[in-house]
């Protein structure tokens, strides 16, 4: 690893422990009533105990209170929607990024478990920077080191795909169906808790893809040559889907009536303290804000350019930061997928 790419790791992990201390510190009026009312043991009501699993149980009560304030707000609202479609393309990129084959049996295979973890403790915005990014510049090298090291198996490709339109088929569900702000809230966490959970559904999956696909009767090559066409697909596909949902939900917001005063206040600390709305949206916003940062120095370490970064910087308020990060994920797909149709394909991943 070069120093300027120790540099920005270490500039990532620092960048995403001092957010998380900002937002504890600065919400603690907000979060303290919640680790009370839902971490604690034997805290839980009967009214918040909803599987057979403890640990389900206390996330989903804390997220189901937290998204319910923040639906209370157009700002909060406008934060929600935005936080989600980072979330699913997130966390959807760092699936794929663990199911390459270089990554195998690294800790990079981990981060959907492991990232569930910490979204647990302090949201996507230190996912991203924290662990997320640190772990996709330290195995650069290996995944590029051969095309078949950056390829995903296809059977994986096809399990993903499923998981990722049942997470979004969730999402469309809590705001469009009929409900109150109670429900949307349980929506929304047991959203968020699925994205993570998903590997033990495209686990399994991936090997009812794998007897499906050997009756096709078609070499590694094949496969993973349709493999990359699949995801360069997708990653366009959800970069279109979130510029969508980002420009909609911007002139929602905008027609909302909300003033500018209205958005200042959110930022005064005793107004947070005494508006449970206000705390969680403004822990929303700085989330995106990590997650747009830890995006943005991802891309500067895997492209070994500023450039890449301002061009991809000078889409984020256009299209938002996550659309930016699925155009740059596209990409560098394709940039593989040039490798891989111009370079002799090698037997085995130069694992370093």
């Not at 105990?49 to 909060?76: I, N």
């Not at 009756?215 to 040559?225: I, K």
């Amino acid at each position: 690893m070069s120093s300027s790419t120790r540099i920005l790791t270490s500039i990532s992990i620092l960048s995403s422990l001092a957010l998380l201390v900002h937002l504890l510190t600065s919400c603690a009026p907000y979060i303290e009533p919640l680790v009370y009312r839902c971490l604690l043991p034997r805290s839980l009501t009967p009214q918040d105990t909803h599987t057979r699993f403890p640990l389900l149980d206390r996330l989903t009560c804390a997220l189901a209170a937290f998204y319910t304030d923040a639906h209370a707000s157009p700002l909060g609202l406008l934060s929600l929607q935005l936080i989600l479609n980072v979330f699913v393309s997130t966390v959807f990129l760092a699936h794929v990024e663990g199911s390459r084959r270089g990554a195998a049996w690294t800790l990079l295979a981990c981060t959907p478990l492991a990232g569930f973890i910490c979204t647990a403790v302090g949201g996507i915005g230190v996912y991203v920077p924290l662990m997320l990014v640190p772990l996709l510049i330290h195995h650069k090298a290996t995944i590029e080191s051969s095309p078949r090291a950056n390829a995903v198996p296809l059977p994986r490709v096809y399990a993903l795909l499923v998981a990722l339109v049942i997470n979004v088929a969730i999402q469309i569900l809590a705001f469009v169906y009929p409900h109150d702000a109670s429900f949307l809230g349980r929506a929304v966490a047991g959203q968020v808790l699925y994205s993570h959970l998903a590997w033990f559904l495209y686990t399994p999956l991936t090997v009812v893809f794998e007897k499906a696909i050997l009756a096709l009767v078609l070499t590694e090559q094949q496969q993973d040559l349709r493999a990359r066409q699949v995801l360069l697909r997708v990653f366009y596909l959800l970069a279109g889907l979130n510029a969508g949902v980002h420009v909609a939900s911007v002139l929602a917001f905008w027609h909302s009536g909300t003033s500018t005063r209205q958005v200042a206040q959110v930022f005064g600390y005793q107004f947070r303290a005494e508006h449970a709305e206000a705390a969680s949206a403004y822990y929303l916003l700085w989330d995106m804000v990590g997650a747009a940062w830890g995006s943005l120095l991802w891309i500067v370490a895997d492209a070994g350019s500023w450039w890449a970064a301002v061009l991809i910087l000078a889409l984020a308020p256009v299209v938002s930061p996550v659309a930016a990060m699925m155009v740059y994920a596209a990409r560098r797909e394709d940039r593989f997928l040039e490798r891989f149709s111009t370079r002799r394909y090698d037997g085995k991943a130069k694992l370093q």
